[in-house]
């Protein structure tokens, strides 16, 4: 079995309820999000999946959330924009891109370092 893990940012920002129930103000983070994927198997050229080419997937959905107000992202629109929230989002949309034969062990997304959240199924 193999693990692969591929790592980006991206910068946006959010609000949140506080434990209080009060909203906090917009404030801006560097997200960073690390997604998982597992193979049992190498393909021809010896690799589980192609980091080069995963990335760029990654990238494609992250670049939709970057530059702005997460709370403005129709799929944060029906529930708050916490990094448990944001791992959903990335899993859900990167789960249909992965190649035969790999599959997507969790993504864990954090806001600041030593702050993360990982959604998994």
Not at 34 to 45: K, T
């Amino acid at each position: 079995m193999f693990t692969i893990t591929i790592e980006t940012q991206f910068k946006a920002s959010h609000s949140v309820l506080t434990s209080e129930g009060t909203s906090e103000p917009e404030h801006e983070h560097f997200w960073a999000v690390a997604v998982e994927v597992g193979a049992s198997n190498l393909n021809d050229r010896g690799m589980a999946v192609d980091f080069a080419r995963l990335k760029a997937k990654i990238n494609d959905i992250t670049s939709q959330l970057s530059g702005g107000s997460l709370n403005e992202v129709e799929y944060f629109k029906k529930r708050r924009a916490t990094a448990e929230s944001v791992a959903e989002y990335v899993y859900n949309r990167i789960e249909a891109e992965l190649p035969a034969g790999v599959r997507l062990e969790g993504v864990t997304v954090s806001e600041q370092v030593g702050c993360s959240a990982k959604y998994y199924k």
